[in-house]
């Protein structure tokens, strides 16, 4: 059981190029997230997905675009890279336990934008 | 919109001692809140949830306390060790409609323990 999976660990681009950030998780949990994280600003939701399907734009999702493949895998895409997207990136995953809702995140994509 | 703050920013203390970490957030129409640990370089491990109408959650050598309605929680880590030193991230969580979700997140408290 991998748990959240995240390819690839480090990329660097340059602006206006385009990358698709993988994220996988087999515990066939029904919701799956994407955040970013920059230094003093916390985590931050890019988009998320509640079910199969369905896609919804979270706190900070101009840039980004998302695809929810099947209840597995849950992709962000950067179209158009820009040097404010530097940042770390987590995907995460949940299901709804009664009262005991908890993330699981991955171990991050460090993204560099020159 | 939620504000979750979390100071200090950063806390060195000495092995064995006993410490706490505080959050605050400003809208106390929280479903739950949770406490993560990050290492360096590493994803989110789930430390400890507290549904809102729990006052604290144990677990080993940690426990987490919830005041709702001053919109304040502690994890309070007891006879700390050099490996406790890492990140500590507290997120309160909003129930925007069936299966969803959404965690705003502190900025977190950078924890070292001096041997």
């Known amino acids: 059981n991998a748990g959240v999976t995240q390819t690839p660990k480090f990329q660097v681009l340059k602006t206006g190029q385009s990358m698709t950030l993988q994220c996988a998780q087999d515990?066939?949990?029904?919701?799956m997230y994407w955040y970013r994280q920059d230094p003093g600003m916390g985590l931050r939701l890019i988009y998320y997905?509640?079910?199969?399907?369905?896609?919804d734009k979270g706190e900070v999702p101009n840039g980004y675009n998302v695809s929810r493949l099947n209840k597995r895998e849950f992709s962000l895409r950067l179209e158009s890279a820009a040097p404010s997207q530097t940042s770390v990136y987590f995907c995460?995953?949940?299901?709804?336990?009664?009262?005991?809702?908890?993330?699981?995140f991955g171990p991050g994509t460090r993204l560099l934008v020159l | 919109k939620q504000e979750v703050t979390q100071i200090p920013a950063a806390l060195s203390v000495p092995e064995g001692e006993n410490l706490v970490l505080n959050c605050s957030f400003t809208?106390?129409?929280?479903?739950?809140l949770q406490w993560f640990r990050q290492d360096p370089g590493k994803g989110l491990t789930s430390l400890l949830l507290?549904?809102?109408?729990?006052r604290e959650q144990t677990s080993g050598r940690l426990n987490a306390s919830l005041d709702k309605s001053s919109g304040r929680s502690t994890l309070y880590i007891a006879a700390s060790q050099p490996g406790d030193s890492a990140t500590y991230l507290c997120?309160?969580?909003?129930?925007?409609?069936?299966?969803?979700?959404?965690?705003?997140f502190g900025t977190g408290t950078r924890l070292t323990i001096i041997p």
């Open positions: 507290i549904q809102s109408s729990q």
């Open positions: 997905s509640a079910s199969e399907g369905t896609t």
């Open positions: 995460a995953s949940s299901i709804s336990v009664g009262a005991l809702e908890t993330q699981y």
């Open positions: 515990m066939n949990h029904n919701s």
């Open positions: 997120a309160v969580r909003l129930r925007v409609g069936f299966g969803n979700e959404k965690l705003t």
């Open positions: 809208d106390s129409a929280i479903y739950n």
